[in-house]
């Protein structure tokens, strides 16, 4: 006679990965929160995304760095927002559409490959697309 699998418990803390691989996890996460620090300073060169992947990362990897991000005042929000519900606040919407605005408009000034500047403003149009469809945090959206 054979015992019924049980359903998983969604409490359960997820399984971690092969110790062999948590030096790669770890790795990841550092080198994408090394890239979006810079990112703060570089224009063109995103944050927000890299400080995702870097949270992603460490959750597999380094779990003193997953639980600083989490916690972090700058960061944190947006990590949990994006892990809870796949939302993007208003103001990092805008924020990003304004950096996206404002490299189109140096890249069209001083860009002089043609293609190169549409391929650039066509996928900056894009993420600006897929941004704006994203939904709001919970505590952004109005009561209807």
Not at 73 to 101: C, D, E
Not at 102 to 116: D, E, K, R, S, T
Not at 117 to 130: D, L, R
Request: aromatic content about 14%; overall charge positive.
């Amino acid at each position: 006679m054979t015992v019924p699998d049980r359903p998983p418990d969604a409490d359960a803390p997820a399984p971690r990965p092969p110790v062999r691989f948590r030096w790669a996890w770890w790795l990841l996460a550092y080198a994408s929160l090394g890239t979006g620090i810079v990112g703060i300073f570089v224009p063109g060169l995103p944050t927000t995304v890299f400080i995702l992947i870097s949270a992603w990362a460490a959750s597999r990897g380094s779990e003193r760095l997953h639980t600083w991000l989490l916690q972090h005042p700058r960061f944190g929000p947006a990590i949990v927002n994006w892990q809870a519900h796949g939302a993007v606040s208003r103001y990092a919407k805008w924020m990003a559409t304004l950096t996206m605005a404002v490299c189109a408009g140096i890249m069209l000034w001083c860009v002089p490959i043609a293609w190169v500047k549409w391929f650039s403003i066509g996928s900056m149009a894009a993420v600006a697309i897929w941004l704006w469809s994203r939904p709001l945090p919970p505590e952004e959206k109005h009561p209807e």
